[in-house]
């Protein structure tokens, strides 16, 4: 027991069954972000020397493409089940932009709220990847982002498009997905946040919940999950050393009361801290089994918060959920993993 925080008791698999059988009724919305994941699998047995410039020309036997950063929220989001799920964003009117949509259709993605325009990239992480050993190893990452601010007639259709899902829809969850690190280059613009945080206040009944790679301390009237230094840097401390759990708790308190809604402070290897305005439940990892890939835990986590929170648990079951869908996914080595229910609940006794 700590001072300001309890220790979750977590799920019982009954309980965990009851929220698992409600989620396949829930309307999520994704918001932001939406990237391609590139995989270029390289074979150096067959590297070749180029003719023409006597550098190494490397051969690529292998092509991987999957929806990444928002895309793997909705990934995760299909993987438990979710019902009715849209992305909504904006990309370019390219290559990439196609094995995007196509790589969301098969999650059974919606996409007509992702605007597809000739003045913008998808956003794309191109990724090396050598064979060595009988195992991939990942190379120097090639990055294609918009460096120029999105124009106001993207930020207007984003915001109408949320507006239009939350009126005629009655979505449960608008996830915000704030990937991009260039400040007004993504899709999650200061004038689009405004405009979340405004919907969130009009509609109490859909669940509004924002991840951010760099500014998750800007946001406001929304359910936060910071990790426990951005925790502290949002509340405006200099984290010089990782903070206890003591002062993980105080801030993800102090933040849940500034924000009016819960925060979910990320621990890593020790769990989430799932924090009201006055209280914090800390919900412990669980143990690992071999080998761990931790790409894309924090996304898979967030999903089973969201769909936790949606089917009416309570915020320390939320941080549980979310819990058991991060360690499946680290367990599963190369690959941006997601978690389906049947793997949920051969974790619970």
């Known amino acids: ?94 290559g990439e932009g196609y094995e995007l949509v196509r790589g969301l259709h098969r999650a059974r993605v919606r996409t007509d709220g992702l605007h597809r325009v000739a003045s913008r990239l998808t956003p794309t992480y191109t990724k090396p990847m050598q064979r060595q050993a009988g195992r991939e190893v990942e190379m120097e990452r090639l990055d294609i982002k918009n460096r120029t601010p999105m124009p106001s007639s993207l930020e207007e259709a984003v915001l109408e498009y949320v507006s239009s899902l939350i009126e005629t829809h009655q979505f449960h969850a608008i996830v915000i997905a704030d990937q991009v690190q260039e400040t007004n280059c993504g899709v999650i613009t200061d004038l689009v946040r405004d405009g979340l945080e405004a919907m969130a206040r009009s509609h109490p009944q859909t669940l509004f919940f924002a991840d951010s790679r760099v500014r998750i301390g800007l946001f406001r009237g929304v359910i936060v999950k910071p990790n426990r230094r951005e925790a502290g840097e949002a509340m405006g401390c200099a984290v010089e ?43 412990p990892a669980l143990p690992v089994r071999g080998p761990i890939d931790i790409v894309g835990a924090g996304d898979s986590a967030s999903a089973g918060i969201v769909c936790a929170l949606c089917a009416g648990a309570s915020l320390e079951e939320a941080a549980a959920m979310g819990n058991l869908c991060a360690n499946v996914t680290i367990h599963k080595l190369g690959t941006t993993g997601t978690a389906s229910p049947d793997e949920l609940l051969a974790l619970v006794s």
Request: proline share 4%; hydrophobic share 45%.
């Open 241 to 283: 050393r990782l903070p206890t759990l003591e002062e993980t708790a105080e801030f993800g308190v102090a933040l849940a009361k500034r924000n009016g809604r819960p925060a979910f402070v990320t621990l890593g290897e020790e769990g989430i801290l799932a924090c009201s305005d006055t209280e914090a439940w800390h919900c």
């Open 1 to 94: 027991m700590g001072g300001l925080y309890s220790v979750s008791t977590g799920l019982t698999r009954s309980r965990l069954g009851a929220l698992l059988a409600v989620v396949p009724r829930l309307r999520v919305a994704v918001v932001g972000d939406f990237f391609l994941d590139k995989y270029l699998v390289i074979d150096p047995a067959l590297s070749e020397i180029s003719l023409e410039t006597g550098l190494e020309a490397r051969q690529v036997v292998e092509i991987r493409c999957s929806p990444g950063a928002a895309g793997t929220v909705v990934n995760n989001l299909s993987a438990l089940g979710v019902g009715w799920l849209e992305a909504v964003g904006v990309i370019g009117d390219d």
